[in-house]
């Protein structure tokens, strides 16, 4: 597990720094507090082994880049996302005398830089930059991503299959890629442990299945006790599919990471505690550590009290993040403290 972050420069994180991260962490704080930006960067951090490919789909899914060039060659996505590098670094400004650096130290070190340097093709041309990406303990494995999309250098996914990973956002919940994870827990143990999950929602579902139109609406189909005929996903509501995206990326990232932006569904706020007894829970099981972002009052509560309930309290914690100008911090709270500002109703948002 990751215990402590320092991001240098990374979007709108100058110098930040958060530590005594637990298994299951709720982060907190008001528009343009960092709170998706901090979920990026553990993204990039864990998975360094395929860097460029993992920065290229958070940045689509950041709208920063198109999605039509995801859809043909991979090389001019590369040539798009050299355009809109200055997104990712701090203030907009790209600077070699100012480096992303995202680090973890403590229990489970890694690093990670990335930074502009002048390219050797074209060193009469200021515009004509390429980006280094450094990764491994000591920064010894390089990635170089030039302006006209060509790399030097090559992925070592070996650095991050041992950690799987999995990054939802609302744009994220394709019925495409939830049909791809549950491909790979079909027919195992996994299946019935995302049943369990949708239970809390409808105790009557029996079973899930993907029909062969995998990207379409109506491509999802339950199986309800009592009806003979399965019903399709869409008929339940937005919060169905959310729960599912969110169990189906938690069973399939075991001895991994779950980072979940705005992980509440809308949901009824007794559903919501259900919900995070299974992320906890699964979270304990699978050896997962789990990142996730809300507004929402109702999910503060419902979290606070899933973690009141456990043996071991300590595997819940909640941070909010603090910006005063340029300077973004994280408060830590306790699960006992987190649990006097619910019931007093402190405003901890």
Partial sequence: MLRDINILNYRCFKDFYIDNLARVNLIVGMNNSGKTSLLEAIYLLVNQGKIHRSLIEMLNS????????????????????????????????????????????????????????????????????????????????????????TIRGKDEPFLSSNHSSQFLTISTL????????????????????????????????????????????????LKLSGNSNPIPLTSMGDGMRRILAIAIAAVTVENGFLLVDEIDPGLYYQTQTDMWHFVLEVAKQLNIQVFATTHSWDCITAFAEAVAQLEDRSVGKLFRLS?????????????????????QSIEVR
């Fill in 62 to 149: 950041r709208g920063d880049i198109d999605k039509q060039f995801n859809q043909n060659l991979f090389n001019q996505s590369l040539r798009v996302y050299n355009e809109e590098i200055k997104n990712i670094f701090q203030g907009y400004q790209i600077s070699s005398h100012h480096p992303i650096r995202i680090i973890s130290q403590n229990q489970y070190p890694l690093s990670l830089a990335i930074e502009p340097q002048l390219s050797d093709r074209n060193l009469l041309n200021p515009e004509n930059f390429e980006i280094v990406f450094s990764y491994g303990l000591q920064l010894e494995n390089q990635i170089i991503i030039y302006s006209d999309g």
């Fill in 323 to 343: 910006r005063r100008d340029e300077n973004i911090r994280a408060v830590e709270y306790t699960p006992d403290e987190l649990s006097i500002a619910v019931n």
């Fill in 174 to 221: 394709s019925f495409g890629k939830m049909a791809e994870l549950w491909n790979s827990i079909l027919l195992t143990p996994k299946e019935n442990k995302v049943v369990e999950a949708l239970q809390i929602l409808e105790p009557s579902i029996e079973r899930i299945g993907f029909t062969s139109h995998q990207t379409s609406r109506h491509s999802i189909l």
